[in-house]
């Protein structure tokens, strides 16, 4: 049988996938999508958009013929995609990929019981797709928020961070394997090790960096809150050479009371004050933020409190979401405001960010850095990676060397290497 995989989302999908993509391989023939008999959708269901495109491609692959499997987040909170596929299993019971695929010759099958797998013990299991330098390695799942907006928290549950151990034999086998930049993920790096009752996000870095080989470590997302309470454990972890000085806080809006309402468990003073701390302390960071404009509360002037926010701190990404009501959330309940407000707000930030990111970039022309080219790029370029994670593009490099450029140009998106 031929079985084929799509995955949306985030890089915690993407390292589903993997540990599907093992399995399935072992029983049955990985494939095309064209060719497959099979296809499992790896979903994702953070906003309304991506759920109606993910439940369309699920129309079309029906009316192919082919039996679909929904994986990922769509299971647990989306009724509607239920209705188009042949069996269904919940992000926590990714070991039963099999069985699932299976059940879709059987009659409808659905594998969505809570269950605590530590992914890390799987590790060995994961087929990895070799196109690039990059391996992504989840550290835990579930959070401990309870912000008002957010549906993937119904998806993945209460926290549970996987074995240390493991995880850490995990990155030994990909740098083993010629992977060069390893990618740290959960739902909120920042809270790993909180279900055992303390931050252990440091001492995790720590013993990665002590791995023979030389080898990046991008770390995942993580609340302000969690950063602020560690900061000065979690810098010492970051002054390891192997630790891009990268940072991805989600601040999503600049308006305590906003932040209060969206049951976000942290200030906006949180937020900068981990950015201030990361940029005193190293020559170089690169900080990425999300914002999520037209909560059904946000008035203009909340808004504008949110675009000084991001002039004041200068960000050099921001993940920009227009609110989108989701099921059982408690936001869904409020409310909503229109939607050419939405877009209004959306398109305003959207320049004031480009305006910054391309000002953050600029100062780098003339400036010599080393960097790691990670993977291809377009119209037969190389996206390579500095210390701090700027995407620098590159001609003439191979993926996976570490070579030294000079900035020749910039975008706001990136820097040109020569």
Known sequence: MRVAIETYGCTM?????DIMRGLISREFELSSVEDAEVVVINSCGVIDYTERKIIRRMKELKKLG??????????????EALKFCDSAISPDNV?????????????????????DLDKASL????????????????????????????????????????????IVREVEDVVKMGF??????????????????????PKLLKKIGEIDGNFRVRVGMMNPNYAKKMLEELIEAYSSEKIYKFIHLPVQSGDDEILKQMKRDHSVDDYVDVVKAFRDSFDDVLVS??????????????FMKTCELIKETRPD????????????????????IPGWIKKERSRILTEICRKISSENNSKFVGKKMRVLVTKHGKDGTMLARSNSYRPVVVKGKKIGEFTEVEIKSYTF????GV
């Open 13 to 17: 999908n993407q390292a589903d996938s």
């Open 66 to 79: 082919k039996k679909v499997v929904l994986a990922g987040c769509l299971t647990r909170i989306s009724d």
């Open 95 to 115: 070991e039963k990929i099999v069985d699932a695929i299976r059940g879709a010759f059987d009659g409808f099958v659905i594998f969505r019981d809570w269950i």
């Open 123 to 166: 590790r060995t299991l994961k087929c990895r797709i070799k196109e690039d330098s990059i391996a992504i390695v989840s550290i835990s799942e579930g959070c401990l928020g309870k912000c008002s907006f957010c549906v993937t928290r119904f998806a993945r549950g209460k926290l549970r961070s996987f074995s240390m151990e493991e």
């Open 180 to 201: 060069k930049e390893i990618q740290l993920t959960s739902q909120d790096t920042g809270a790993y090790g909180l279900d055992k009752g303390e931050f252990l996000l």
């Open 289 to 302: 933020t999300d914002v999520i404009v037209g909560f059904p509360t946000e008035k203009e002037d909340s």
């Open 317 to 336: 990404i921001v993940n920009i979401t227009r609110f989108s009501p989701r099921p059982k959330t408690e936001a869904a309940k409020l409310k909503d």
């Open 413 to 416: 998106a990136y820097l040109v």
